[in-house]
């Protein structure tokens, strides 16, 4: 079974620059997270989908960043305009729903550094 | 408030010692879910395990083991006879029923040969 996908593995822009990051679930998992890890911290969860819509963005800093799954299945994160605190590591992880039972399998991440 | 404390920011073994990771967490749900995570180097998070709030028994798999104890809300792992393929962030993360995941700041493992 293939895992969850994510590209590109590495990106290195400007501020005030724009980004976006591709992932792709693994098939038939309903539920998508995109996180972003900022070195030595764990994981922060930035939007939840289920399906095409949203179901948790409360953490997402919705003036420059943007998220979308148009399909249901891959996904679409952006940074614009990007800023030097956006230098993270972003974790695409997938699921079968939003229950508990199921554990999310996670991407290898985009690593992000703004300069 | 839901919450993951990791108290051990970085532990150092030689390796085949044993080596106890601790992790408390915080909730005011009565079902909610624990999980285990590493992260090597290469960066990508794997599942280790999950355990349910209703369910203490504590889990062995190879050389992992649990300690699951609701009384002092914490979910420990144990690592026995470590091995330098064990170094990596360890994260425990706790997920309440249709909720999301919060992770604790991780436990960095060196494991020396």
């Known amino acids: 079974e293939a895992g969850v996908a994510q590209s590109p593995r590495y990106k290195i822009i400007e501020k005030r620059q724009s980004v976006a990051f591709w992932c792709n679930p693994i098939?038939?998992?309903?539920?998508l997270y995109w996180y972003q890890q900022i070195l030595g911290q764990g994981p922060k969860l930035l939007i939840q989908?289920?399906?095409?819509?949203?179901?948790?963005d409360s953490q997402l800093p919705k003036d420059r960043f943007s998220a979308e799954r148009l399909k249901g299945v891959d996904s679409t994160l952006k940074i614009q305009p990007a800023k030097l605190e956006d230098s993270a590591v972003y974790l695409c992880?997938?699921?079968?729903?939003?229950?508990?039972?199921?554990?999310?399998?996670f991407g290898p991440g985009t690593r992000l550094t703004v300069t | 408030a839901q919450k993951v404390t990791q108290a051990q920011t970085e532990i150092s073994v030689v390796e085949k010692e044993d080596v106890t990771l601790d992790c408390v967490y915080e909730?005011?749900?009565?079902?909610?879910?624990l999980f285990w995570y590493k992260q090597p180097p290469s960066g990508e998070l794997v599942f280790l395990i999950r355990?349910?709030?209703?369910?203490?028994q504590n889990e062995i798999s190879g050389r992992y083991s649990w300690n699951f104890q609701k009384s002092t809300s914490s979910f420990n792992f144990t690592i026995t006879a470590s091995q330098v393929v064990d170094s990596a962030v360890y994260f425990c993360?706790?997920?309440?029923?249709?909720?999301?995941?919060?992770f604790g700041p991780g436990t960095r493992l060196s494991v020396l040969p």
């Open positions: 992880a997938s699921s079968w729903t939003t229950s508990g039972v199921y554990e999310q399998y």
């Open positions: 098939s038939g998992h309903a539920t």
């Open positions: 989908f289920q399906n095409n819509g949203v179901v948790d």
């Open positions: 909730t005011r749900d009565t079902t909610y879910y």
């Open positions: 355990r349910n709030s209703f369910d203490e």
């Open positions: 993360a706790l997920r309440w029923e249709g909720q999301n995941f919060v």
